[in-house]
C-alpha cells in the first residue's frame, strides 16, 4: 500500500492513486468538494461555506513551502482518471524530525480506502524521503473513522486532548495518534 516517490515529478504513485503537486487549475474541484458541511464538521481548519478564494490563495503557499521543506501538500487524484478525490499534507519540523499528517477526502469518495492509502504513502515518503523520525495526526473524538485510518496504517493512539477545540460553539475533544520510523 505504500508508495513511490518520483523526485523528479514530486509525485507519489500507489497502487490506486497518484499524489501529485496542486495547481490552479484544481481549485474549482477543491471548492466543489470542500464546500460541504460533512467535511467542515471534521476538519480543523476549513471554512463553511467554503468560498473559491480559500482554495486559489492556498494552492500558491505550496510550492515555498516545498521548496523550502516547511511542509508538503499533495491532491490525491485517482491513477486511471485523474480526478482530484482529496488533499494530504504533511508538516516538518526539521528540529525534532517529525511532522504532523493531516487530511481530507471528498465525501463521494468515503469508505473505499483512498484516504489510507494516501496516509501510507505519505508516512512512507516522510520516512524514506524525509528522514523523519516520527510522524502525528489529531482528529476530533467525534470523527472516530479518522482513528480508524490511522491505525490501519500502523499508527498508536497517544492521547487526547480534552476539549481542547471550539467547534460550532461546543468543545470538542482532540486525539492524537502517531507512529515512530521501524529501526
Same mark, same amino acid.
Given at each position: 500500500?505504500?508508495?513511490?516517490?518520483?523526485?523528479?515529478?514530486?509525485?507519489?504513485?500507489?497502487?490506486?492513486?497518484?499524489?501529485?503537486?496542486?495547481?490552479?487549475?484544481?481549485?474549482?474541484?477543491?471548492?466543489?468538494?470542500?464546500?460541504? $458541511?460533512?467535511?467542515?464538521?471534521?476538519?480543523?481548519?476549513?471554512?463553511?461555506? $467554503?468560498?473559491?478564494?480559500?482554495?486559489?490563495?492556498?494552492?500558491?503557499?505550496?510550492?515555498?513551502?516545498?521548496?523550502?521543506?516547511?511542509?508538503?501538500?499533495?491532491?490525491?487524484?485517482?491513477?486511471?482518471?485523474?480526478?482530484?478525490?482529496?488533499?494530504?499534507?504533511?508538516?516538518?519540523?526539521?528540529?525534532?524530525?517529525?511532522?504532523?499528517?493531516?487530511?481530507?477526502?471528498?465525501?463521494?469518495?468515503?469508505?473505499?480506502?483512498?484516504?489510507?492509502?494516501?496516509?501510507?504513502?505519505?508516512?512512507?515518503?516522510?520516512?524514506?524521503?524525509?528522514?523523519?523520525?516520527?510522524?502525528?495526526?489529531?482528529?476530533?473524538?467525534?470523527?472516530?473513522?479518522?482513528?480508524?485510518?490511522?491505525?490501519?496504517?500502523?499508527?498508536?493512539?497517544?492521547?487526547?486532548?480534552?476539549?481542547?477545540?471550539?467547534?460550532?460553539?461546543?468543545?470538542?475533544?482532540?486525539?492524537? $495518534?502517531?507512529?515512530?520510523?521501524?529501526?
Amino acid at each position: 500500500m505504500g508508495g513511490f516517490y518520483n523526485h523528479d515529478k514530486q509525485t507519489i504513485t500507489t497502487d490506486r492513486l497518484i499524489l501529485r503537486r496542486f495547481e490552479m487549475s484544481d481549485a474549482q474541484r477543491i471548492y466543489q468538494l470542500c464546500n460541504n $458541511y460533512n467535511i467542515y464538521k471534521s476538519t480543523l481548519y476549513l471554512p463553511y461555506p $467554503y468560498p473559491i478564494e480559500a482554495a486559489t490563495n492556498w494552492i500558491p503557499t505550496h510550492e515555498e513551502n516545498f521548496k523550502n521543506d516547511k511542509s508538503y501538500d499533495f491532491a490525491i487524484t485517482d491513477k486511471a482518471t485523474g480526478e482530484l478525490l482529496g488533499a494530504i499534507g504533511l508538516s516538518n519540523n526539521k528540529t525534532h524530525k517529525n511532522g504532523e499528517v493531516a487530511y481530507w477526502v471528498g465525501e463521494e469518495y468515503w469508505g473505499k480506502g483512498y484516504g489510507t492509502e494516501a496516509l501510507k504513502a505519505v508516512i512512507d515518503f516522510a520516512f524514506d524521503e524525509k528522514g523523519y523520525n516520527r510522524v502525528w495526526a489529531r482528529f476530533f473524538a467525534s470523527n472516530p473513522a479518522s482513528g480508524k485510518m490511522m491505525e490501519k496504517v500502523g499508527m498508536v493512539r497517544e492521547g487526547v486532548q480534552s476539549q481542547h477545540i471550539i467547534k460550532e460553539g461546543n468543545f470538542e475533544d482532540l486525539v492524537f $495518534y502517531g507512529i515512530v520510523r521501524e529501526k
